[in-house]
């Protein structure tokens, strides 16, 4: 069963999610709240508790959130785990740059939870492997995400949010270290230098966040109607990707192909992406467009693909010759 109207918040440690998930409480009620922080955390709801992690009844979770009107459900989990029980729309998260989020979350484990290993250690320790944002963001195209926020941009992301949602979650600052910026871990000195090596990885997640809300921004600045959408595919034959509308609008999106801004032509996004389906998108995952660019593209060609209606970016790669063969992904 697919829970339409209740929120799906993929809270990654250290990233203002304590602050945004208290504003949901404070706007919707906590009867409204279920949570998930894991089997033996005072947190998670009873109601989790007992059909998670003990029935391992996910169907069984939905019937009883839709029964008692959930409108918020979140926790540290990753986002694949719930997905299929929420519409794209409603499922969300923040992001922080990845350095910071990761000395803050290790200062949280030692000062909070008696975290005892050396920062170093830290860095190798397999069991706290998991705490990093791309797992839990792992198995959905950010861009399919009905909103991604940045701690950094806080206040600005929660302003959007509301407006995009016609929420009022005022601007809370719970659970925060401190500390804002990477100058004030003196004593990590010797360590910080190699974090970045530790979440290179998780850097575009976090630049892609940032090129996603400014989007968001310009759209509202604009006043039109934001898409979601990116391009998946390109090789020397075509390139594919897929768009949907925010407004959840079943009309397809009219999608632009331009290639060193030159416009090569224009697709309604219409083709199946079986794998969004997963996601709930609109269009029950006729969604996606493809482009034949056989004889069009040469080694270092900027591919670009846009919203004819209103001009809006969904992405920018350069072309790599690469070895034809294998599914769209999406």
């Not at 966040?209 to 390109?234: C, F, K, M, P, S």
Request: hydrophobic fraction near 40%; charge should be positive.
């Amino acid at each position: 069963m697919r829970l339409s109207n209740t929120f799906f918040f993929v809270h990654i440690p250290k990233t203002a999610g304590t602050s945004f998930r208290f504003a949901a409480q404070h706007y919707f009620g906590i009867e409204h709240l279920h949570l998930d922080y894991g089997p033996d955390a005072t947190q998670t709801s009873p109601l989790v508790k007992h059909k998670v992690y003990s029935g391992h009844d996910l169907f069984g979770l939905s019937l009883s959130l839709s029964k008692q009107k959930c409108k918020f459900f979140g926790g540290h989990v990753p986002v694949m785990r719930y997905a299929p029980l929420f519409y794209a729309r409603n499922i969300i998260s923040f992001v922080r740059d990845p350095v910071m989020q990761l000395l803050s979350h290790y200062e949280h484990l030692v000062l909070k939870d008696g975290y005892t290993k050396s920062l170093d250690e830290y860095l190798v320790d397999p069991a706290k492997k998991n705490d990093r944002p791309h797992v839990y963001l792992h198995g959905i195209p950010l861009e399919v995400c009905g909103f991604i926020g940045v701690t950094e941009r806080y206040a600005e992301s929660l302003t959007l949010f509301n407006k995009t949602y016609g929420t009022e979650f005022t601007l809370l600052n719970m659970n925060a270290n401190k500390r804002n910026g990477v100058n004030k871990y003196k004593a990590y000195a010797q360590s910080i230098a190699k974090i970045p090596a530790f979440v290179a990885h998780e850097m575009p997640i976090y630049e892609k966040a940032n090129r996603l809300l400014d989007e968001r921004l310009r759209a509202q600045a604009g006043g039109w109607n934001y898409v979601h959408g990116a391009i998946q595919t390109v090789n020397s034959q075509v390139a594919s990707g897929f768009a949907f509308w925010s407004s959840q609008s079943t009309k397809p999106v009219r999608v632009q192909l331009w290639i060193n801004d030159k416009l090569l032509g224009v697709v309604a996004a219409m083709e199946l992406r079986p794998l969004l389906r997963n996601f709930n998108v609109p269009r029950n995952g006729f969604v996606g467009f493809s482009f034949s660019v056989a004889n069009s593209l040469n080694p270092g060609d900027r591919i670009r693909c846009s919203v004819e209606e209103t001009g809006q970016s969904l992405g920018e790669v350069v072309f790599t010759p690469q070895p034809i063969g294998g599914v769209i992904p999406a």
